[in-house]
C-alpha cells in the first residue's frame, strides 16, 4: 500500500499555463508554421541559390510534420482543431512574410526573425507547461525544437555566405526589421509582451506573385538546353551517367509540386502534409543525382536545367499540373525504373540499384498520393468531368506537348 507523505495541505501549485492560455499559444505555434511552410512553398521555385533551396523544401516538409503532430494535440483540446488566431497583428506578420522584396529578405525575415522567436515561444512553453498533465504537448514541442534548431545551424551558415559574396542588400535589411516590428506588434508569438505600434509597410515590400519561371544561381550556365536522346540502356555506362544527370534535375518536380502545394492551400490538411513530403522527396532525388554524379567526378552544376519543364507547366491549372506530374511522369516511369535496377544488380553497382530502389519507393507513394487527391481536387475546383476523364484528357496534352518533340519523357 502507498503511504502518502503525512501532510493536510499539499503545497500551493504555480499553475503558470492554465489549459486555455495553452491551447491559445498551440493554436498560434500551428498557424505560424503553417504559414511560413506555405510562404516557403509559393517562393521555392522563384529561389535561385541552389543549397537555400534544398533547405527551403526540408523547411516545408518538417514544417509540415509540427503542424501535424500540433493539429493532432489541439483536436483533443479544441474545436474545430484548425482556428485562424484572434489576433489581427499576428495573423498580419504571417500574411506579411510573402511580400519580401527579394529570395535573400523573404530568408532573413523567416530564418533570422520569426523562427528564432518561435524557438523562443516553444521552449519558454516546453518549461511552463504541466510536465505530466500536458505531456503530449511537451511532446511535440520537444521534438518541434530539435528540427528548428537544427534548420538554424543548418540555414544561418548559409546566409552569411551569401551576404559575405554581397547578397546582403539595403532591401533586405529594411525587410528584416518590418518583419521584426511586425512579429513586436503583435506580442511577439505567444502575443503575452508588450505589443508596439503596427509598423507601415516599407517602401521596398513587393506585392508577391507566384513565379511562372524556375530561378537557378550563376553556377548553372546549362539553362535551356533540349532533351538530348539518351544512350541506349544496352550501354551501361553512359546511359547510367545520363540516369543520374536526370535525378539531378528532379528540382523542377519538387518545384511543381510547390507550385501545386501553394495554389491549392485550402485543400485539407491531410493533403498539404501529403505534398509536403512529395515536394521533399524531389529535392531528395535531386540530391541523390548530385551525390552520384559527384562520386563519379562529374559536377551536378553544368547538368541541363530544363527550365522550359517548369515554365510549360505554369500553363496549366495546379491540378493539372499535378494530374500530368502523378499520372504522367510518376505512373509510367516504373517499367524504366526496375529494369534499371536489374541492370544496376547485373552490373554489380551496389549504389546505383540502392538510390533506384529508394526512389521506387517514394514513387510509389507519390502515385498513390495522386490517386487519393485527384478525386478530391476536382470536387475543390468544381470540376464537372469524372475523374477517368479529366485524367485522359489531361494525359492527351501530356502525352502530345510534354512526352513528344522537345519535352520528352523526363521521368520524374
Ligand atoms: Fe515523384
Ligand atoms: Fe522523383
Same mark, same amino acid.
Given at each position: 500500500m502507498v503511504s502518502l507523505p503525512d501532510s493536510t495541505s499539499p503545497a500551493p501549485v504555480a499553475v503558470t499555463l492554465p489549459i486555455d492560455a495553452n491551447r491559445r499559444l498551440l493554436n498560434r505555434y500551428r498557424f505560424l508554421e503553417h504559414e511560413i511552410m506555405q510562404v516557403l512553398a509559393g517562393w521555392m521555385p522563384a529561389l535561385g541559390h541552389f543549397e537555400t533551396k534544398c533547405e527551403v523544401g526540408r523547411t516545408i516538409w518538417e514544417c509540415a510534420l509540427h503542424v501535424n503532430a500540433l493539429y493532432l494535440r489541439l483536436r483533443e483540446i479544441q474545436s474545430p482543431a484548425f482556428q485562424r488566431p484572434d489576433d489581427a497583428a499576428f495573423v498580419r506578420l504571417a500574411a506579411e512574410l510573402?511580400?519580401?522584396?527579394?529570395?535573400?529578405? &523573404?530568408?532573413?525575415?523567416?530564418?533570422? +526573425? *520569426? !523562427?528564432?522567436? @518561435?524557438?523562443?515561444?516553444?521552449?519558454?512553453?516546453?518549461?511552463?507547461?504541466?510536465?505530466?498533465?500536458?505531456?503530449?504537448?511537451?511532446?511535440?514541442?520537444?521534438?518541434?525544437?530539435?528540427?528548428?534548431?537544427?534548420?538554424?545551424?543548418?540555414?544561418?551558415?548559409?546566409?552569411?555566405?551569401?551576404?559575405?559574396?554581397?547578397?546582403?542588400?539595403?532591401?533586405?535589411?529594411?525587410?528584416?526589421?518590418?518583419?521584426?516590428?511586425?512579429?513586436?506588434?503583435?506580442?511577439?508569438?505567444?502575443?503575452?509582451?508588450?505589443?508596439a505600434a503596427a509598423p507601415t509597410p516599407p517602401p521596398e515590400r513587393q506585392e508577391f506573385t507566384p513565379p511562372r519561371e524556375a530561378a537557378r544561381d550563376a553556377r548553372f550556365t546549362n539553362r535551356g538546353a533540349d532533351f538530348a536522346v539518351m544512350p541506349p540502356e544496352e550501354?551501361?555506362?553512359?546511359?547510367?551517367?545520363?540516369?543520374?544527370?536526370?535525378?539531378?534535375?528532379?528540382? &523542377?518536380?519538387?518545384?511543381?509540386?510547390? +507550385? *501545386? !502545394?501553394?495554389? @491549392?492551400?485550402?485543400?485539407?490538411?491531410?493533403?498539404?502534409?501529403?505534398?509536403?513530403?512529395?515536394?521533399?522527396?524531389?529535392?531528395?532525388?535531386?540530391?541523390?543525382?548530385?551525390?552520384?554524379?559527384?562520386?563519379?567526378?562529374?559536377?551536378?552544376?553544368?547538368?541541363?536545367?530544363?527550365?522550359?519543364?517548369?515554365?510549360?507547366?505554369?500553363?496549366?491549372?495546379?491540378?493539372?499540373?499535378?494530374?500530368?506530374?502523378?499520372?504522367?511522369?510518376?505512373?509510367?516511369?516504373?517499367?524504366?525504373?526496375?529494369r534499371r535496377v536489374e541492370a544496376h544488380e547485373k552490373s554489380g553497382d551496389r549504389l546505383s540499384e540502392q538510390f533506384v530502389r529508394y526512389d521506387i519507393a517514394d514513387e510509389t507513394q507519390h502515385v498513390r498520393f495522386g490517386h487519393r487527391w485527384l478525386p478530391e481536387m476536382l470536387r475543390h475546383i468544381g470540376e464537372k468531368r469524372s475523374v477517368d476523364t479529366y485524367t485522359a484528357d489531361a494525359l492527351k496534352v501530356w502525352e502530345s506537348q510534354y512526352r513528344s518533340g522537345k519535352l520528352p519523357l523526363n521521368v520524374e
Open positions: 510573402r511580400h519580401a522584396p527579394d529570395e535573400h529578405a &523573404l530568408v532573413r525575415g523567416i530564418y533570422r +526573425v *520569426v !523562427l528564432p522567436a @518561435l524557438i523562443k515561444a516553444l521552449s519558454d512553453h516546453e518549461t511552463a507547461t504541466f510536465p505530466n498533465s500536458d505531456l503530449p504537448s511537451v511532446y511535440a514541442i520537444k521534438h518541434a525544437l530539435l528540427d528548428l534548431r537544427s534548420q538554424q545551424e543548418r540555414v544561418l551558415p548559409l546566409l552569411t555566405a551569401a551576404e559575405a559574396e554581397g547578397a546582403g542588400s539595403a532591401a533586405a535589411t529594411a525587410w528584416e526589421r518590418y518583419v521584426q516590428a511586425l512579429l513586436d506588434a503583435s506580442g511577439g508569438v505567444s502575443g503575452t509582451g508588450p505589443r550501354d551501361y555506362r553512359a546511359h547510367t551517367i545520363e540516369e543520374f544527370e536526370r535525378y539531378s534535375t528532379e528540382m &523542377l518536380a519538387a518545384e511543381t509540386v510547390a +507550385v *501545386v !502545394l501553394y495554389g @491549392l492551400r485550402d485543400m485539407p490538411w491531410e493533403f498539404q502534409f501529403d505534398s509536403a513530403r512529395h515536394l521533399y522527396d524531389e529535392v531528395r532525388h535531386c540530391l541523390m543525382g548530385y551525390e552520384w554524379m559527384r562520386r563519379n567526378g562529374l559536377d551536378p552544376f553544368q547538368s541541363p536545367q530544363y527550365l522550359q519543364v517548369f515554365r510549360w507547366r505554369c500553363q496549366f491549372p495546379p491540378v493539372m499540373q499535378y494530374c500530368m506530374l502523378t499520372m504522367g511522369n510518376e505512373v509510367h516511369a516504373f517499367p524504366y525504373r526496375h
